[in-house]
């Protein structure tokens, strides 16, 4: 699938996303330093670009022709870190939306804070996708559940054309682990996918990741990695120490035990508790700060998803941090593609609700007729690989024309038509408890304008 990608900062939605199997033809981001070290590890289709200045930018990506277009717009109006006025970097959402409905590519994948949910801008650019087509699924997820060892709660939308609203929502819960990852998961345990060359002196390191290019391959040079092997002094400076600070931004937490997920990755969080911690700590620290273990940039890169080869690119150690805290981390953009590539190849469909069977009940079906109306709506929606229609009659068009379907019975034709319609009822009564009122159709493109 053919991806470009917006607000792209150093590319860790990229990276995730071409790991997933997609095809990144382009990225744009405003930050010069950011799509440097883009164009450095990732790849060199990076370019600078106000993404406030449509006409620039709309074109170039329309002859792209991208299948998908994602990104992270600016959150900072939004973050709890803020003060939570939607000013001009709210409106970056907005442009967002703007550019997705004006290229129209079958998929969007949109990332910011939990914050962005409830703001108005939000809003407004959720009215210009519906008027675009979309389909709709808005998940709050927690990285640590996507392959990250950080406790990062974030919006993430993904919208399809044509399709109904939270068409993914069962399939973006199912691709979470059981489990959260820890401090301890990345920095104390060997990687299976981790490579093992004996360096030639001790300057150099031994373990290389399947995801980048080997050192010089010599005679006898690749082995298992041996039990004997030390890691790198910093990570098993953590595991034994087995706390670490983290500057809370809300009168938080600041100690963290290795066995728990790192609080949200930000500017900050390598840094040493300050005097004022230090004489007022949070009572549920199970250690004093100032005896927990130093994380050092590096690790801050990694438990934020970029891999041990990423290298960082700036004389400004704060622009490196900046680049770091503003990312998509790489393993969350990597399973949220895959979960979107299921889909596309019909692997997945959305599950139903067990309150449809509640739902028929009150209509007065038996609980056997319930469960069969819902294997028939189930097994509907596999026949169409998963694929959901915003318009009722469109859905059963397309199911009609299905080779398998014309060869059923007339019977099971009909049971299968009328699940759909059932379901298609449930679904939109259920949609219009949750939904919320849309802006004036005519405000959201009229004040970007002025924003612009």
Avoid at 103 to 108: A, K, N
Avoid at 187 to 202: H, K, L, N, R
Wanted: some cysteine; glycine content about 6%; hydrophobic content about 40%.
């Amino acid at each position: 699938m053919r991806v470009v990608e917006l607000f792209s900062g150093a590319g860790g939605m990229s990276l995730g996303l071409r790991q997933a199997g997609f095809d990144i033809l382009r990225a744009y981001d405003a930050w010069p330093v950011a799509v440097e070290n883009y164009n450095r590890n990732v790849g060199d289709h990076a370019v600078v670009a106000d993404l406030k200045d449509l006409l620039s930018t709309v074109p170039d990506i329309l002859k792209l022709a991208p299948e998908m277009i994602c990104g992270g717009p600016p959150c900072q109006d939004y973050s709890s870190a803020g003060n939570r006025t939607e000013a001009n970097n709210a409106r970056l959402t907005l442009a967002f939306a703007l550019i997705v409905a004006t290229v129209r590519p079958q998929w969007f994948m949109m990332e910011n804070v939990i914050g962005c949910a409830k703001s108005a801008t939000w809003a407004e650019a959720r009215a210009v996708l519906k008027r675009a087509g979309y389909g709709i699924t808005e998940n709050r997820i927690n990285a640590s559940r996507y392959g990250v060892p950080q406790s990062r709660r974030r919006l993430l939308v993904i919208g399809r054309i044509g399709e109904r609203d939270d068409f993914l929502a069962s399939s973006v819960a199912a691709a979470a682990s059981a489990h959260p990852m820890t401090l301890r998961d990345l920095f104390g345990a060997t990687v299976s996918a981790a490579i093992y060359f004996p360096a030639t002196s001790e300057a150099r390191r031994s373990v290389w990741s399947s995801d980048e290019p080997a050192p010089t391959i010599r005679e006898r040079s690749i082995r298992p990695i041996p039990a004997s092997y030390q890691p790198h002094p910093d990570d098993a400076a953590i595991i034994q120490n087995g706390f670490v600070y983290s500057r809370p931004v809300r009168a938080g937490r600041g100690v963290r035990s290795i066995d728990e997920p790192f609080p949200t990755v930000t500017r900050t969080s390598w840094e040493r508790p300050g005097p004022k911690y230090l004489s007022a700590p949070h009572p549920a620290d199970p250690l004093a700060a100032s005896e927990t273990a130093a994380l050092s940039i590096a690790q801050a890169s990694r438990i934020q998803g970029f891999p041990t080869w990423w290298t960082w690119h700036s004389s400004n150690q704060r622009d490196i941090l900046q680049m770091i805290a503003n990312a998509v981390p790489a393993p969350v953009a990597t399973a949220l593609g895959r979960v979107i590539l299921d889909r596309e190849a019909g692997r997945t469909a959305p599950a139903i609700s067990g309150g449809f069977l509640q739902w028929l009940h009150k209509r007065g079906r038996s609980k056997a007729s319930a469960r069969n109306v819902k294997a028939s709506a189930g097994r509907a929606r596999r026949l169409l690989g998963g694929r959901t229609f915003d318009n009722l009659a469109l859905e059963i068009a397309a199911l009609e024309c299905l080779p398998e379907f014309r060869e059923m019975r007339k019977a099971t034709q009909s049971d299968l038509r009328q699940a759909f319609r059932l379901l298609a009822e449930y679904e939109t009564n259920r949609g219009q408890r949750r939904k919320r009122p849309l802006q004036n159709p005519e405000q959201p493109i009229a004040r970007f304008e002025e924003a612009a």
